[in-house]
């Protein structure tokens, strides 16, 4: 029997997208269900347990559509969906859609330093351990990573919070930028924001810079043991040109891998980084919306973070396809 032919990576992204779309919406089906039967009333939240007479309760309730059967609600929102409405934020007053994207920017540039941090902090130190096996600079890098990931990021980010920032105070405790009433300043704007996001950076990192590394160590001693680089040794090159030209480039696809299947993770743990440091990104809004009640904007971001890791996860894989020619889809 013959082998099914590769196909072209532009067909593969497209049937990728179609096979997204019922997973995303038995994802909205799912959310919505387990939102509305969690413990808990928006409406009180809204409005205040003191005060609110029931008929104002009800007229609240009945103007936001919350005194309809779940199903009909269901309905509702799954129509507005198709159309492109989130809904409006019972909390906050505006658009769903337009309160997300205002956060996007300040966690992308969250997540994306805590994973730069971390593949090239964690692939500088899988190599050099990968290159001196067992030695005592890898037996404590392995020690220390087993520990890195054991610990949990909201640990982490108060003790960094707690350590650096309150008691020596390197660090800013809060925010994302410091407020000023000088004349505006690029380098210095720039600074100043790197120097608010260097902690929650390596508190949402330090995971997957311990993960990075051992992948990467475990890559290279794998690829030292491969035919080519024993023939590359065997013609005359010398080791760290069989290395870094040859070994890692191997090594360090997995990485590509890691980074995009642990992509929601990363978003997940945002939440809480963004949470401990006061960082206003979609984590920040994610833990208000939970106390506030707040189900469009709960639902909208995770509709968000749904489409967000499947797109990372496509990425992933046209970007392996890219960089290691034998990679086919079929």
Known sequence: MSARKSIPLWRYAFRRVLEAIPLVLAVVIVNFVIIHLTPGDPVIALVGEFGATPEYVAAVRRELGLDRPL????????????????????????????????????????????????????????????TRPYSFFDNMAMAASLIGYSIPV???AQMLLLGLSLY???????????????????????????????LPAIALGVQYLVLIARITRSGLLEQMREDYVLTALAKGLDDRTVVYKHALKNAILPVITVIGVHFGFVVGGAVVTETVFSWPGIGRLTFDAVFARDYPVLLGILIFISVSTIVANLITDI????????VRYK
């Open 168 to 198: 020596l105070g390197l660090f800013p405790s809060a925010g994302w930028i410091t407020l000023t009433s000088g004349v505006p300043n690029p380098l210095r704007d720039i600074a100043d924001v790197a120097w608010h996001l260097t």
């Open 319 to 326: 970007a392996y396809a890219i960089l290691d020619p034998r």
């Open 154 to 156: 909201f640990w982490l």
């Open 71 to 130: 199903h009909e609600q269901l309905l509702v929102y799954m129509s507005r969906i198709l159309r492109g409405d989130l809904g409006y934020s019972l909390v906050y007053r505006q658009s769903v859609l337009s309160l997300i994207w205002s956060r996007v920017p300040l966690t992308v540039l969250l997540v994306g330093s805590a994973l730069v941090f971390a593949s090239v902090l964690g692939i500088l130190v899988g190599t050099f351990s990968g």
